[in-house]
């Protein structure tokens, strides 16, 4: 550090800003593409399948809800929800869908990429790539870009069970060969769409690459159980995408995130922690404020350590596919273990009451934290829908207090600092009460 430099709150992973770069490059990546006359998709995040395929295809990518967060943090964001908004979209819809559709009207407007965009911006796709995971606005988003975008759209499907219904014999066989066929089928439209075929023995190696992905990067987050936690929700959040949208060759991002396993490795063999002292444990669900991320560094000065973060962008549990020799096959048991990874722990506690909520018991006993926050989103209700749920079982199950801060992810307007800052202060009594209530009970924590 310089003379004079002001020393960070968070000490930033050095591994992490490799992995940050690699979504920089999905971007320039798809503008040459584009200006090459290369095949392009606009992608709904859609674990791992669809992504491996497109890459198999040689179709680069890239994932206008990533590029959402992109906007916020960049500041362009509210010119873009602006458009959205004059154009008939409500206030409350996703903020992802209102940057996207508000940044392919401004688009189409000009004819090319706004030059305000960040990152280079996201080319005229030639496909979109949409996916019935989760979201409600999924469906409705991209056909609405209809609009603006002349390119047809792929819905991938994926079957939701609930946690008690997943437990009938033949469930799980019967929902991987439906995975299964929506990307037999998905392969069959790109080839008639690009009049290519599929190099089958590339998408195996692919698939395979990106299972050992996804395994390191679980061992990575494993580590931070540590204390003091060597590795702040910061540096998860810039790390996540990577992986969680395939920014790059899934082998290259392996090697990147065996190093950031050396790296949290070597802290927590030298019991160093992420930020100068921790004084609390805390975990956040569930996205961030994108465009407020410095708020975290407020916090890190009062000794607010985020150990872990929401389950829903982490990878999923590794299990053995060493038996499973169809790559598609493979790629769809890692999908459907990211979904009900925690299925049978919340079925053998009688926690039938959905799969978002209780892993975040399993999570916060294992991270031993001493609070949460809880971040509802006026425009994202599947990641808030079952954020009370979670307060209510943290506290009566772990005595687990939560900290509820509304804001969103995209739009600044909804999100007061100021506010979020005098509530974590009055906070910290909180989390002080339950840890000696914790202690009195005989917790591990």
Known sequence: MAEGEKKRPINRLKTMYPLRALVD??????????????????CMVN????????????????????YGAVCAAFGAAPAYLAQADSDGFPSHMCGYARNCLGYAARMKELGAIP???????????????????FCDTRYKWFQALGRYLD????????????????????????????????????????EWLLDRKMDW???????????????????VNELRKARPCP???????????????????PKV????????????????????GAIGEEKYRLAFAELPPWHSLKFFDQLAERGWNFVIESWAYHPPKPIDLSQVSDPLERVANLTYQYFSGYFEDAYNTGDWWGYFAHPYLELVQEYQCDGIVLHPLLTCRTATNHLMVVQDQLMSKLKVPSLVIEGDIVDLNLFDPAEA?????TFEETMSHYRQVRKEAGMAW
């Open 253 to 272: 991002t392996t090697g990147l995130y065996r190093q950031m396993y050396e790296e949290v490795k070597s802290m927590v063999a030298n019991h160093r």
């Open 201 to 219: 023995d590339k998408l195996a190696e692919i698939i395979d690459d990106t299972i050992e992905m996804n395994r390191v990067w679980y061992e």
């Open 25 to 42: 490059g999905m971007y320039e990546r798809a503008v040459e593409a584009g200006q090459e006359g290369k095949p392009v998709a606009w």
């Open 421 to 425: 800052l005098r509530k974590a202060e």
């Open 115 to 133: 030059p305000e965009a960040p990152m280079g911006g996201m080319p005229k796709p030639t496909l979109l790539l949409s996916s019935g995971y």
């Open 151 to 190: 390119a047809p759209v792929w819905v991938l499907e994926m079957p939701h069970p609930g946690v008690k219904e997943s437990r009938l014999e033949g469930v799980r066989e019967h929902n991987i060969k439906f995975l299964v066929a929506e990307l037999r089928e998905f392969i069959a439209f790109l």
């Open 47 to 66: 674990w791992w399948g669809g992504d491996a395929i497109l890459r198999a295809m040689e179709v680069a990518a890239v994932y206008p809800e990533d």
């Open 231 to 249: 590795m702040h929700s910061r540096d998860f959040w810039s790390s996540m995408p990577a992986s969680l949208y395939m920014a790059a060759d």
